[in-house]
């Protein structure tokens, strides 16, 4: 509702405050109206066609406009609270990066490694650097496991089920 | 009679050496999943799902069906022993089923949550072996407009029925279903939110956005909240398990009114074991006489929960599999297997493909059978798996993750997209959204709009067909009843901390 919005701003003001990186990290709502509108405007790029006949964008037109009601019915419900925290909570001030960090980068080690440099080498460092999510030193249990886990891994997957990656790239 | 001879046409399949075999894998794998707290037997699901792909579908449903009814067993052993649940439906185990152990009493509740558990599932198969074909009988009849508006039905109560705020179930049920829409639409060939990745053409990979969103979103959400699941070093023996008269007394009648419950929840589409769960506990609180013994240890308090919980997991099989529409996420992703395989659940499937499903229901019971045994004399076992530190468990389910999301497609891009799916479905559950009703309207988005577009065409493009129909009008109004009941009872949306959803 437009009315809880602080007075006198105009619509771009509204966006521009409402669409900052730090408000989203706390507001899921704002990133779901967003990617209703680029959804819905999307949409519009395919041919959306009526009722009668309807085009490749007709119901994923339907969807985005209810994804942004739903979403701005929720902002507007949960609008009191969010004014009553605001300036109170700093926002991803005290979340864990380490553990976040270790297990996108151990992932990504392997979305860049498996194809590249082969499947031994791309799950060791998966897994050594997914473990390293949790603080303490032993390098040598983590190494032990992801050696394990490597060799497991490939007579399952790579000689077993045929997936096609080199041993060694 | 006719129902007999099919179920033991069923039995002649699910008992050949091979189909014994991948029930005892499912069912183990299930326990052993269900019994550490901190890897959901979704994971484990989409992560076999691949691995069905080189089996026979009667086998690979065998299979994937065992996890996910043995991890019911396993999912209350932690509950009991250490006060943490391994998986959802579990977390109301914990309220007597911790007191119990605390009292010395740790053998009895896992003796009592097996037999209550065996006793919900059997309920559920009976049920279903004589109400699923007749359900099937009935719903040959249903038309386009009546499946979309079944699944309009299902997915508004798999939102609002959660835990949490319904709205933000709706919400994520849109951008389930807008998430459905990617790839090439089917009427006319055009690339939909492909954004040229190739990867895309077919959809999002289901298996990447299940393991994403619950794998990968899990670990992350017990790491960075510090609640990492601590090891345990219990010992059960099978002599301390033995119930007293008054346990059996207690147990008796409880464990009939959660299996009545769990089953009738199960059916019903769009409600998940959860729910099930939390109805069961808060009805025998309310018949008991002494209501103030919940919490501290009473019988009751977990008898009747696992044997809904069970039930509900078997008779949610009913609506997959005689109307094609999941009852909640995970079963969602054995409809997406089914599909894969090429076997499209429905009335139909009772009657062309009735190998299939006599051979999965009598599997069922093999399966329960084989719980049986794997949980009262070998307890001690899957007691000892708590002592695995949580710190070796969670690369090694990463791994497999990468692994296994790789080996559908032998495709990079989909680890990548996994990765980002669980970075938004933990982002989504910190603040409150759930991402169950995020998959379940994925993979019953494309059947949607082909029903929605199907049951226009029959009908001249009129919105009215939808509640012409008597069945489509009988499912909507039941959607608008659900909708005023969640809203009403919820009227409070201020529950932005509200717990994270399932």
Known sequence: MLHAVPNGKSLTRFFRQFLRPSLIARLPVLLLILTGLIAGGIAFG????????????????MLSIALVLLAALILWREWPMIQARAGGEAAGHDFA????????????????????????????????????????PRWRSILIMAGILAVAGYFLFVVQLGVPLEAVG | METLSLLSMGFEQALTPEALLFCFIGVSLGTFIGVLPGIGSLTTIALC????????????????????????????????????????PAAITCLDGYPMSRQGRAGIALFITTIASFTGGSFAILLLIFFAPVLADFAISFSAADYFSIMVLALTAASTLSVGSPLKGLAMVSLGLLMGMVGTDINSGQFRYTFGIPALADGINLVALAMGLFGVAEILNNLTEGNVPQAGKEKITFRQMLP???????????????????SFIGMLPGTGPTIATFMAYAGEKKLSKNPE???????????????????????????????????????????????????????????????????????????????????????????????????????????????????????????LLTLVFGIMGFYFNRHGFPSAPLLLGFVLGPLMEENFRRALVLSDSSLATFV???????????????????????????????????
């Open chain 1, 46 to 61: 395919y041919e959306v066609g009526s009722f009668t006949d309807m085009g490749p964008g007709f119901v994923p037109l």
């Open chain 1, 97 to 136: 990066w380490r553990p976040f960090c270790a297990v996108s980068g151990g992932i990504l080690a392997w979305v860049l490694l498996a194809e590249s440099t082969g499947f031994f080498i791309a799950a060791i460092a998966q897994v050594v650097l997914a473990a390293l999510a949790l603080p303490g």
């Open chain 2, 49 to 88: 799902l691949p691995l069905t792909f080189h089996l026979e579908p009667l086998l690979g449903l065998i299979m994937l069906a065992g996890i996910f009814y043995g991890a019911q067993y396993g999912s209350s052993t932690a509950s009991i022993l250490l006060n943490v649940p391994g998986s959802a």
């Open chain 2, 244 to 262: 007293t008269p008054d346990d059996w007394k207690a147990f008796r009648f409880s464990c009939l009114r959660g299996s009545f419950i769990g």
């Open chain 2, 293 to 415: 013994k919940f919490g501290h240890g009473a019988v009751e308090g977990i008898s009747a929960p696992e044997a809904a919980n069970n039930a509900s997991v078997q008779a949610a099989f009913i609506p997959t599999l005689t109307l094609g529409v999941p009852g909640d996420a995970i079963m969602a992703v054995m409809l997406g297997g089914l599909l894969i395989h090429g076997i499209t659940p429905g009335p139909q499937l009772v009657t062309t493909d009735a190998a299939l499903f006599w051979g999965v229901v009598a599997s069922f019971w093999i399966g329960n059978i084989i719980l049986l045994i794997l949980n009262l004399p070998m307890i001690g076992l899957w007691v000892k798996l708590l002592s695995i530190p949580y710190r070796f468990l969670f690369p090694a389910v990463l791994f497999l993750i990468c692994i296994g999301v790789y080996s559908v497609n032998n495709n990079s891009t989909d680890v």
């Open chain 2, 468 to 502: 012409d129909r008597p069945i489509s009008a009988a499912f909507l109004a039941m959607t608008a009843v659900l909708l005023v009941f969640s809203f009403r009872r919820k009227a409070t949306l201020t529950d932005d901390k509200a717990q994270p959803a399932p």
